[in-house]
């Protein structure tokens, strides 16, 4: 069941990239593709909970609660510019634990190259709430060298070249072409699969609400129709394969077979929740249509219960298209963190380390 929701969650992501006489239906689809012709935009994702069952709170740990949990979220915010080939994303974490915790880190990324920057900056402006993650002693040497690199803070971290440096792997820049291209790819053929879909459903799904507010329903059955035709996009198309081989450095058939594992997986917990009568799923998108954007919100209410088991899962994403706000320049020559920067750093980290343990 976990991976039925799991499935369920990308369906609702991949929704955030898609944007194709008037009805609810045609006024749907129309604004879903009004999104996918605008050359620029600004949308934030959250998610937020609003109910669990026990079995599923304790997942996430033994002193966790469902009031924690339902006064946290997750966002993601992203400013597209398709013009320049780039886009500045913010993913954010808002934690209402006993220790709270709000914690945002930034992405610039060139769709064109792959390469992605982060800037140096969010290291020093989250410095009390990575710290609170450490414990005391790591903590201490982690703001000791944002303190001796000072210099490093208004620029940017090449995302690939810092994990080649700490990994010892090397990773070509043909490499994150590749990969950028078939990400791109796949996130095109599930929107395109998605959008004919939902284009295909009759009419009844789609109900017009007093404020001009366009409602849709799935039920289970249409959801897992729709994830396992997406599944065979992607399976027809092959980009998939050749990410997860370039990814796990494993051989092509290699790679067929654990995409072959997954979507097998897949399609059997999805099968379970459409024959089981005691499982629901019930999916409700909620859209505010608009002339410019294609949609100003999107709200996003889905409920699985299981009455055999006293499970339940009820989550809200909520998709926010706002005013665009420009994405900064790619950062060049000297405002990028250079490998020998980088490595004075880390030998700084070294040095405190083990200057602690000797004392």
């Given at each position: ?8 969650t990308i369906f609702?992501l991949?929704?955030t ?8 239906k045609?006024?749907?689809?129309a604004?879903?593709?009004k999104?996918?012709e605008?050359?620029?935009y ?5 998610f ?6 026990d ?20 966002q993601?915010?992203?400013?597209v ?7 500045y ?7 209402a ?19 992605a ?6 290291l020093?402006?989250a ?10 002693s ?10 001796q ?7 940017y971290?090449n ?9 010892n ?10 990969q950028?291209e078939?990400?791109?790819?796949i ?5 395109i699969t ?6 295909n ?5 789609f109900?017009a ?11 289970k059955n249409e ?32 790679a067929?077979?654990a995409w ?5 997986s897949?399609r ?7 024959s ?6 019930d999916?409700?998108?909620t859209?505010?249509?608009d ?8 709200t996003i ?7 055999a ?14 005013d ?7 950062p060049e020559?000297?405002?990028?963190v250079?490998?020998?920067e ?5 030998s700084d980290?070294l040095?405190?380390?083990?200057g602690?343990?000797?004392?």
């Amino acid at each position: 069941m976990k991976k039925a929701i799991m499935a369920l969650t990308i369906f609702v992501l991949l929704l955030t990239t898609l944007s194709g006489c008037s009805s609810p239906k045609s006024d749907f689809t129309a604004a879903l593709k009004k999104v996918t012709e605008n050359r620029q935009y600004t949308t934030n994702v959250k998610f937020q909970i609003n109910n669990l069952s026990d079995n599923y709170v304790k997942q996430f740990g033994p002193d966790i609660t469902l009031t924690q949990l339902k006064k946290s979220n997750l966002q993601y915010k992203i400013s597209v510019d398709s013009d320049t080939s780039s886009s500045y994303s913010a993913f954010s974490l808002h934690w209402a634990g006993s220790k709270p915790l709000d914690l945002t880190l930034h992405a610039l990324q060139n769709s064109d190259d792959g390469k992605a920057y982060i800037p140096v900056s969010d290291l020093y402006d989250a410095s009390d709430s990575i710290s609170s993650l450490l414990s005391d002693s790591t903590a201490a040497i982690f703001n000791e060298v944002l303190a001796q690199n000072k210099d490093l803070e208004s620029k940017y971290l090449n995302f690939f070249e810092t994990i080649q440096n700490f990994s010892n792997q090397t990773i070509d820049s043909e490499t994150v072409d590749r990969q950028a291209e078939e990400l791109k790819k796949i996130e095109e053929i599930s929107g395109i699969t998605i959008y004919s879909y939902l284009n295909n459903l009759d009419d009844q799904h789609f109900t017009a609400k007093d404020n001009g507010d366009i409602l849709l329903e799935l039920s289970k059955n249409e959801i897992s129709d729709l994830i396992n035709e997406v599944l065979k996009a992607l399976d027809d198309d092959g980009s998939i394969i050749t990410l997860i081989s370039e990814i796990n450095s494993s051989t092509q058939k290699e790679a067929e077979s654990a995409w072959e594992t997954q979507q097998k997986s897949i399609r059997s917990s999805l099968k379970n929740l459409t024959s089981n009568k005691t499982q629901s799923l019930d999916f409700q998108l909620t859209l505010t249509p608009d002339s410019k954007k294609g949609f100003s919100k999107a709200t996003i209410d889905t409920n699985y219960k299981d009455t055999a088991k006293t499970h339940l899962m009820n989550y809200t994403t909520t998709i926010d298209m706002l005013d665009y706000e420009k994405v900064p320049p790619m950062p060049e020559g000297n405002e990028i963190v250079s490998k020998k920067e980088l490595d004075k750093a880390i030998s700084d980290g070294l040095k405190l380390y083990l200057g602690s343990t000797t004392q």
